[in-house]
Nanobody, 124 residues
Framework: QVQLAESGGGLVQAGGSLRLSCVVSGGSFNTYAMGWFRQAPGKEREFVGGISWAGGSIGFGDSVKGRCTISRDNDKNTVYLQMNSLKPEDTAVYYC?????????????????WGQGTEVTVSS
């Protein structure tokens, strides 16, 4: 059974930074494209960023472009989301997901596995 476990969330001040981690177990991590999503109270789930299985293809949602980076360590079965210049509107539960990228890209039509989420709260 493939499981994803997010960590690194918490309470931060506006302008601060967080580094979220997602560890994948029970599967072949280096075959998965990975994605980060977030969901704020009363809002739909939103794409934050994604990375291809080899790390060569990366994409971000418009709301976080210029403020986030994604990386992965296939030896540790871990994907990271570095978030900088955080804003109160970044407050959400952040989810990690795994799937198969199209043509070795970060883009996944339907993610196969999801984590339980880690909560990020940004104070103003």
């Amino acid at each position: 059974q493939v499981q994803l476990a997010e960590s690194g969330g918490g309470l931060v001040q506006a302008g601060g930074s967080l580094r979220l981690s997602c560890v994948v177990s029970g599967g072949s991590f280096n075959t998965y494209a990975m994605g980060w999503f977030r969901q704020a109270p009363g809002k739909e789930r939103e794409f934050v960023g994604g990375i291809s299985w080899a790390g060569g293809s990366i994409g971000f949602g418009d709301s976080v472009k210029g403020r986030c980076t994604i990386s992965r360590d296939n030896d540790k079965n871990t994907v990271y989301l570095q978030m900088n210049s955080l804003k109160p509107e970044d407050t959400a539960v952040y989810y990690c997901a795994a799937g198969w990228g199209v043509s070795n890209t970060y883009y996944v039509r339907q993610y196969a596995y999801w984590g339980q989420g880690t909560e990020v709260t940004v104070s103003s």
